[in-house]
């Protein structure tokens, strides 16, 4: 396996939300995660509010395959950023491209909205350890947005039901990190 560029999304690579959604639905059989269509997706690759993992093509080929993802949502007038969907293709896994992608999402929350707070639902051990590697800290949920249109997306995840059947909210683990807070702030 050669080298994965690891970047920023921009609108030429709205073309990739098909495989993004691909790639969510693939990690989303085994984990806890929101699917997407790949029409939302889209949205978020040409906004710039995405991170894509590309690797380099097969010997003769010219594309570069998508290998890794994750993107970001604001919320509450821009008072929360939520990153989500962030995986990496099993075949990919144990080479730090999920740290890459994060450092990514990270740097363009704070870019574009450095005074919103940043926030993640999991219950990946994996995705928590990265978090708080980059200061979140876990807090009940109701410290999280209370936008609904961001707990719909729940609705999509594979323990939705199961979740609401026993009449709570998530089976998540909800994280936070304040603005200024974590790499190069004030922390």
Request: with cysteine.
């Amino acid at each position: 396996m050669g080298e994965v560029l690891v970047r920023e999304s921009t609108i030429e690579d709205e073309h990739l939300a098909g495989a993004a959604a691909a790639l969510i639905d693939l990690v989303a059989s085994e984990n806890d995660i929101a699917r997407r269509t790949p029409a939302w997706l889209a949205r978020k690759i040409a906004a710039g509010r995405a991170a894509l993992a590309l690797a380099e093509p097969p010997a003769g080929g010219n594309t570069r395959e998508l290998v890794g993802f994750g993107y970001w949502s604001a919320w509450e007038d821009n008072r929360y950023v939520s990153h989500s969907g962030l995986v990496v293709h099993p075949d990919f896994r144990g080479r730090g491209l999920g740290r890459r992608l994060k450092e990514v999402l990270f740097a363009s929350t704070r870019r574009q909205l450095p005074e919103a707070t940043m926030m993640s639902l999991t219950t990946s051990p994996r995705v928590k350890r990265l978090n708080e590697s980059f200061g979140f800290r876990v807090v009940p949920l109701d410290e999280l947005t209370q936008d609904p249109a961001f707990w719909r997306g729940c609705e999509t995840c594979r323990n939705f039901e199961e979740v609401r059947a026993r009449g709570e909210r998530c089976c998540c683990e909800g994280m936070i990190l304040p603005p200024g807070e974590g790499p190069g702030g004030r922390a």
